[in-house]
Nanobody
Framework: VQLQASGGGLVQAGGSLRLSCLAS????????MGWYRQVPGAQRELVAA???????TYADSVKGRFTIFRDNAKTTVNLQMNSLKPEDTGVYYC?????????WGQGTQVTVSS
């Protein structure tokens, strides 16, 4: 399994970014997918997740601003982040879950300046 995350960068508060995670080596449509954020000194925390059937979950802090969606044909899960805030800063990781087995991709840095 490989998960390749992209789309991070530096953006001003109020701006937008879209993260993408390209999966390979797995039957993507059967996987639950998620985006997690980690800041120095803290545990990795869930930002948004989507099940194989399309059910979504969001952290309270991002509800109404972030949208997770998947494209099974392109084996990609995306995180559209709007109205970004400085507290959204962190390293964002993509994770896939299948039958209780988790696999993490490499992180992509998101920095939101005030």
């Amino acid at each position: 399994v490989q998960l390749q995350a992209s789309g991070g960068g530096l953006v001003q508060a109020g701006g937008s970014l879209r993260l993408s995670c390209l999966a390979s080596g797995t039957i993507f449509s059967l996987n639950g997918m998620g985006w997690y954020r980690q800041v120095p000194g803290a545990q990795r925390e869930l930002v948004a997740a989507i099940t194989s059937s399309g059910f979504t979950t969001y952290a309270d802090s991002v509800k109404g601003r972030f949208t997770i969606f998947r494209d099974n044909a392109k084996t990609t899960v995306n995180l559209q982040m709007n109205s970004l805030k400085p507290e959204d800063t962190g390293v964002y990781y993509c994770k896939r879950t299948y039958l209780g087995d988790d696999f993490w991709g490499q992180g992509t840095q998101v920095t939101v300046s005030s």
